[in-house]
Each structure stands twice: as C-alpha cells, then as structure tokens.
C-alpha cells in the first residue's frame, strides 16, 4: 500500500451527508394536467424559435461568448441597469448556487424564512454553510421585523423569495428596502423568480445599496425553464465577485442556444406581458372556484397557488387528483403539510383540476 489512508470511502466527506433538492416529478404520461413545477403553461415566444434556430445553423462547433455578453446587455437594458451589473448563469438555481458560494460563506449563519425555497437549504448544506430560519408570521407572510432580532450576532446574509415560494405571498419594495438596511455589510439575496406575475421588483434599488442582490429566471414568466438561464442583478463588485467564482467553475454556462433564445425573450415584450396577463386572469378564476369548494387559498402574487382545504388531508387530496391525472405539489414539510402548491396552467387546465376536486370531494 502506498500513500496514508485517512478515510475508506471513494467520496468527499460533504458528500455523505449531503440531502439534494428533489424537483417536482415530471412524468411522460398523454393527458396528464401537469400543475406540479410553476412551469409556463404557455410556450415561448416564436421569436425565441427562430432565434434559437438560426443560431442553431450558425457556430454551433465554436465555444459560445463566455461572458455572454448580448444576452447581459439585453438584460441590463431591459431593467435599466449596466452590462457590469447582471450576471448570468444556467438557470437561477445555478446563479444562486454561485451566489452561496460567493456571499455568505462567513462561518457564521445564513437567515431566511423557516417556509421558503427547499434549494436554499440544500445549497448550505452543499457549502457547509450554518442557517438560522425565521419563522413566517400565523398568516405565512415574511415580517422584516421577525428578522431584527437575529441580527444582534453576526450573521452570513439574508435570502428570501418575493414572492415567497411556495406560498406565492409577496412583499412590497418598501419591506424589502428595510431589509436591506438592516443588514449594510452582508449581502441580501432576493430571488423573484414569480415578480412578474403581479410582485414588486427591487430592481430599483439596486443602484441604491451596495448589499442588494437581485436574482431573476426565465423559466417561469418567459416560458423558458427549458432553455435554462437565471440572472442576478446588482453593483458592479458583487457582480465581479460572481463573475471570479464562476469563472472557477465553468466558463460557458450558457450555450449559444440559450444566449440566442434569452435575448428574443426579452425582445418580444407584447408576447411576454400577454401571458402573465393571462396567467394572472386565470388565477383569480382559479382562487374564486377553490374557494367556492371550501379551499382557503393564500394571496398569490406568483404562478401558483398555495391552499388548503379544512376537511380534507392534502396527501390524501394530492393522491386523489394524481389517480385523476392531475399533479399538483404536497410537501411533506412543517407548516405546509396541510397545503396544496397548485400551479397556475391554461383556463383548460385548470378547469380540468376543478372537475377532478368536484369528482372526489363529492365521493368523500
Ligand atoms: C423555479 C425557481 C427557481 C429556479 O429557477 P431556474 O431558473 O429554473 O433554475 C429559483 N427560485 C425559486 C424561488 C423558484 O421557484
């Protein structure tokens, strides 16, 4: 034998105790009403197609730009902001991953709401990260003042999801801005993957602190969790501070698809806002029939609703629609076990979703 064993196992030691993020199921049955991932239940827009097709004839054997330069400019125009102040990545888990990595590895703990993302915690584990959690208030709302008293010891930074996942409730820019001042020397991290489905963006502000990171995904809003791309927003250091982490890790994390497809997504804007219109209209229907049915559905400023139904065990009601091909999200989580994450889908869909409930809460 040569060389000293320290350990017998063929993995890292971080690896053994590693729990990953299991993402909802995503089954290849025909006719299945998929309501289970806050996917867009509509497709891209056709000048995503097109761009991802030209480009697809056009330098697919040359490495892509590496600092994705036409997809950070059509960003940084888009929210008024400067190329140097968006970084990219695929998909906002990845952006967030790198995030991490980047702020809050402090030795001291990371807060966020005690319901929130089930990444986050995944991502600390992955890091060895500590986390303190705050709990929501009794109506599932994120109160910046819960926060305060954390804050009396050193603490790695604060993430939280506006709107919060999965109870799709949001909080306006003011609460945000407060939370950003309660913490000037550590990073606040603010993942508004749903913003666009009736939240308010801190974008605004990012001018304004020099601790605000804004994180952003175009697999909800803009129909492209297929294509994969995320993006954060904030000052110029952070964003080189990104930039050097991801630069550790893979220098192309975009591909030339995803860059072309990314900059028609912003270019079509009608196509855009006609879809969250639409997806915003469809929920209020959606609200109105499932409470008509008992539901008590949280305020959702998301592509979702969170709701629970005072008679009805929700794995039991998750079990029922699933044998009626309809999927929602059950997590089997403190506070949340008693609630359904039911994504928001076409006005088809979901009246498929309000037959296969009818069907089973007149049989229960
Ligand atoms: C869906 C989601 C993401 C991940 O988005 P991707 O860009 O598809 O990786 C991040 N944060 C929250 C809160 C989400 O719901």
Redesign the pocket.
């Given at each position: 034998m040569t060389g000293m064993v320290t350990s017998t196992s063929l993995f890292s030691p971080i690896v053994e105790g590693l729990i990953p993020y299991v993402p909802g199921e995503q089954p290849r049955i025909d006719g299945l009403v998929k309501l289970n991932t806050?996917e867009n239940p509509y497709p891209p827009s056709p000048n995503v197609v097109a761009a991802i097709t030209s480009a697809a004839m056009d330098g697919l054997q040359l490495y892509p730009d590496p600092e994705s330069r036409a997809l950070r400019r059509t960003v940084a125009a888009h929210h008024g902001l400067d190329i140097s102040q968006v970084f990219v990545g695929n998909?906002?888990?990845?952006?967030?991953a790198h995030a991490f990595f980047t702020f809050f590895q402090h030795g001291t703990p990371l807060l966020m709401p005690d319901v929130?993302?089930s990444?986050y915690r995944v991502y600390c584990g992955l890091y060895g990260i500590p986390f303190e959690v705050v709990p929501l208030a009794v109506d599932l709302g994120i109160r910046v003042g819960a926060f305060e008293p954390y804050l009396q010891r050193d603490v790695a930074g604060i993430v939280i999801?506006n709107p919060n996942?999965p109870t799709g409730i949001g909080l306006p820019i003011t609460e945000i801005e407060k939370l950003v001042q309660m913490l000037p020397h550590r990073v606040v991290l603010v993942?508004e993957?749903?913003v666009d489905f009736g939240g308010q963006t801190a974008m605004g502000l990012v001018a304004k602190y020099s601790n605000l990171l804004v994180?952003h995904?175009?697999?909800?809003s803009r129909s492209l969790?297929g294509l994969?791309?995320?993006f954060a927003c904030g000052q110029t250091p952070l964003i080189e501070a990104l930039d050097r982490v991801k630069n550790s890790f893979n220098s192309y994390p975009l591909d030339r698809l995803a860059i072309a497809g990314g900059v028609a997504a912003f270019e079509d804007q009608d196509y855009f806002e006609k879809c969250c219109a639409a997806i915003v209209h469809t929920r209020e229907g959606m609200v109105l029939q499932l409470e008509e049915r008992g539901f008590e559905v949280l305020p959702s400023q998301a592509n979702f609703v969170f709701a629970r139904h005072p008679a009805q065990d929700a794995g039991r009601l998750a079990k029922g629609l699933r044998e009626r091909a309809v999927l929602v999200r059950h997590f089997e989580l403190p506070r949340i076990d008693q609630y359904l994450r039911i994504s928001v889908g076409t006005p088809a869909q979901c009246d498929a979703l309000i037959h296969a409930l009818d069907d089973m809460l007149s049989i229960l």
């Open positions: 806050n998909g906002s888990d990845e952006v967030l929130t993302y990444f999801a996942a993942d993957a749903y994180v995904t175009l697999s909800k969790a994969r791309i995320g």
